[in-house]
């Protein structure tokens, strides 16, 4: 039972415009949501998070949407640069739980075209 | 930097045959967690060592073990690996497990049973 879904494996864009990468998740009960970034032969990395008390976060370049009633969140990216061609990874976890256990997306291979 | 290692970073064994990766951090974190993600599949949590204390997920089979000698070191113990256990094991650390949510990835351990 996949918690947390990216139904999108794979998107490509070009230089300059938009990356939109999407994320949707069954259980109300998250709370808090991370997004990660992956680059081939390294880790996940932390690229940017929001609480459920939130509709939006903005950090540089990267912004996160959460639509609460719809269970949907989405990473927008402007302007996309080829740099942030990676695998892109949703999490959702409970803020305050015991384990601070994330749940995660399959990911989505992301590739900004030059 | 303080980092996060795993080593080796390519593991090959036969199946049956009991095989150790290690994880190593320099961060100080009290947390750290072992995940398996196999291919085209999200991360999946295995167990979390909250200093010395051991919490395992409740799917996690038996044949998993893990084991924290000191706050920098993490091991997990695959005793009897299968063909369905290659994947890709990452390591990762956190501050804590209340309120701090981000967490820090190794760059993995890629086990092949053959």
């Known amino acids: 039972d996949q918690q947390v879904k990216q139904n999108s494996p794979s998107l490509s864009v070009q230089e300059g415009r938009i990356s939109i990468l999407n994320c949707d998740y069954t259980?109300?009960?998250?709370?808090?949501f991370l997004w990660y970034k992956k680059y081939p032969a390294e880790g996940p990395t932390f690229l940017i998070s929001i609480s459920s008390i939130k509709d939006k976060n903005e950090d540089g370049r990267f912004t996160v949407f959460l639509n609460k009633s719809a269970k949907h969140l989405s990473l927008h990216i402007v302007p996309s640069q080829p740099g942030d061609s990676a695998v892109y990874f949703c999490?959702?976890?409970?803020?305050?739980?015991?384990?601070?256990?994330?749940?995660f997306g399959t990911g989505t291979l992301l590739a900004v075209q030059p | 930097d303080a980092m996060v290692i795993q080593n080796p970073r390519y593991q090959v064994t036969q199946f049956g045959k009991p095989v150790t990766l290690s994880c190593s951090q320099t961060?100080?974190?009290?947390?750290m967690y072992w995940y398996q993600q196999k291919s085209s599949q999200a991360p999946k949590l295995l167990f979390h060592y909250y200093d010395k204390d051991f919490n395992n997920e409740a799917d996690t089979p038996d044949n998993f073990q893990s084991r924290r000698p000191n706050t920098s070191f993490c091991f997990l113990d695959i005793r009897s690996p299968g063909l369905g256990d290659a994947a890709m094991y990452l390591c990762a650390t956190s501050r804590d497990t209340q309120g701090v949510l981000e967490q820090y990835f190794g760059p993995g351990t890629r086990l092949t049973v053959t």
């Open positions: 259980n109300s009960m998250f709370d808090y």
């Open positions: 999490a959702a976890t409970f803020f305050g739980g015991a384990t601070n256990k994330l749940i």
């Open positions: 961060l100080n974190h009290n947390v």
